[in-house]
């Protein structure tokens, strides 16, 4: 089936460390994006990309780092430099330039933990 | 800058009764889309709905019906006869249009979400 696919579906890191929250999508779409999600906030950008080897800070990339190297795949890393880094993560993709309708889809996120 | 706000946290209602859930909105552009999407526990965000602002109508699909009105920037969404399966958070969103000329489409601003619990 046709979707996006997260994983670790829950990470705990310790405090100091990097870490990468994988995003793969078969949907065959241009654009992807890294969302961030804490309780009461909503949903805040953090990066996005509307082609291959290429992407945007959001509105809170820093600490964050990503890289989009092949169109199925847009991996984050959570480096030490992110305050607080404690939250859930959603990647989504959409179609691009021409084609976009609004219809962002959505994977099912990564619950990322600091010990 | 733009923005969204939900002013109801959490809504509970018993199943079968009927569910508003508000939306306000703040832009400065002149078209824009606005949409609903609705998170289930599983943790994916489901598209709902997309308005485009020059399109006033309202929206009826089964039971979800969609309000919006330029006039007072909202963008309303009623769930009828509700049911336990429609528990979820909703998701009120906002993003520039294309025709806008932008290229930061999908780059939605979301409202902090509201908990709708419908109980048996």
């Known amino acids: 089936d046709g979707g996006i696919t997260q994983s670790p579906k829950y990470l705990f890191r310790k405090e100091g460390q990097n870490v990468t929250l994988s995003c793969e999508q078969n949907?065959?779409?241009?654009?992807m994006y890294w969302y961030r999600q804490d309780p009461g906030q909503g949903l805040r950008l953090i990066y996005y990309s509307q082609i291959v080897n290429d992407f945007q800070k959001g509105d809170i990339a820093e600490g964050y780092s990503v890289s989009r190297e092949k169109k199925e795949s847009f991996p984050l890393t959570v480096t030490s430099a992110q305050k607080n880094p404690t939250a859930f993560y959603l990647c989504a993709s959409s179609m691009g330039w021409g084609g976009y309708t609004g219809e962002l889809f959505f994977g099912e996120g990564s619950r990322l933990t600091v010990l | 800058a733009q923005k969204v706000t939900q002013a109801q946290t959490e809504i509970s209602v018993v199943e079968k009764e009927d569910v508003t859930l508000d939306c306000v909105y703040e832009t400065r552009d002149t078209t824009y889309y606005l949409f609903w999407y609705k998170q289930p526990p599983s943790g994916e965000l489901v598209f709902l709905i997309r308005r485009n602002s020059f399109d006033e109508q309202n929206e009826i699909s089964g039971r979800y019906s969609w309000n919006f009105q330029k006039s007072t920037s909202s963008f309303n969404f009623t769930i009828t006869a509700s049911q336990v399966v429609d528990s979820a958070v909703y998701f009120c969103a906002l993003s520039e249009a294309m025709g806008a000329g932008g290229t930061s489409y999908g780059k939605l601003t979301f409202g902090q979400g509201t908990i709708l619990t419908v109980h048996p």
């Open positions: 949907l065959n779409h241009d654009a």
